[in-house]
C-alpha cells in the first residue's frame, strides 16, 4: 500500500514538476536569449520595420553586381576597367541616414569576384583630403604607376562612373520602390549599363 502510495505521489510529483518547467520556459523564466534573438538573420524580415530592409539590400546587389560582369566593356577588355563609385540620389519621400549602403556593397561584390578585371578609384576630393593626411606636402610628388594614370599628378584616372538613383510611389498601405544603377562612360557621358531593382513594402508604422 505504502509502496503503491509513494509511487503515485512521486508520479504527481513529477507531472506537477513538468508542468511548472514548462511554464516558466513558455513565459521566459527560464530560457535564456538566443544569437538569433539579438542578431536576426539578414534575410529575415522584422515585425514592425518598414520600407527598403537589408534582404532588398542583399538580393538587389548580388543581383545587379552578376550582371555588370556580363557586360562588353568589362568581359571582353583585355585590361584593368577603372570605376570611380559616386553616389546614389534619394528622390523617395523619405530622407536616408546612409545612402551609400548600396553602392559599398555593389563595390566589395565586385571587388571580390572581379578584383582582375575591375580597379575602383577615390572620389578626388577624398583622394586630395587623404593625401594631404597621410603625405602632407609631399602629397604633390607622389607617383603611381599604373595604366590610366595622369602624367601630371599620378592620380588613376576612371573610365566609368557607378552611380545610382531611387524613387518610390507611396500608398496607404504600400510603397513601391524603383531602385536604378547605371554605369556610364566619364568621357563621353554614355551609359553603358541601366538596371533596375523594384519591390513593393508594406507600411507597418
Do not use: H
Amino acid at each position: 500500500m505504502n509502496r503503491r502510495w509513494n509511487a503515485t505521489a512521486m508520479a504527481k510529483l513529477a507531472t506537477a514538476a513538468a508542468l511548472c518547467i514548462g511554464t516558466m520556459v513558455a513565459v521566459g523564466g527560464c530560457a535564456s536569449p538566443t544569437y538569433s534573438d539579438y542578431r536576426p538573420g539578414i534575410s529575415q524580415f522584422v515585425p514592425g520595420d518598414a520600407g527598403l530592409q537589408s534582404r532588398d539590400l542583399v538580393d538587389m546587389t548580388d543581383k545587379l553586381a552578376a550582371d555588370l560582369l556580363k557586360i562588353p566593356e568589362i568581359a571582353n577588355n583585355p585590361n584593368k576597367v577603372i570605376i570611380q563609385v559616386t553616389s546614389i540620389r534619394n528622390q523617395t519621400s523619405t530622407p536616408w541616414q546612409n545612402d551609400q549602403i548600396y553602392l559599398a556593397r555593389m563595390r566589395v561584390l565586385l571587388s571580390k569576384y572581379a578584383g582582375d578585371r575591375i580597379a575602383f578609384t577615390l572620389p578626388p576630393q577624398q583622394l586630395a583630403q587623404l593625401q594631404q593626411e597621410t603625405l602632407g606636402s609631399s602629397a604633390g610628388g607622389f607617383e603611381q604607376s599604373s595604366r590610366g594614370a595622369a602624367p601630371s599628378s599620378g592620380r588613376l584616372l576612371p573610365q566609368y562612373a557607378l552611380t545610382g538613383v531611387f524613387f518610390d510611389l507611396p500608398n496607404a498601405a504600400t510603397t513601391y520602390y524603383l531602385c536604378e544603377f547605371q554605369l556610364a562612360d566619364i568621357r563621353t557621358g554614355q551609359i553603358i549599363w541601366d538596371r533596375k531593382y523594384e519591390v513593393r513594402t508594406l507600411n507597418l508604422y
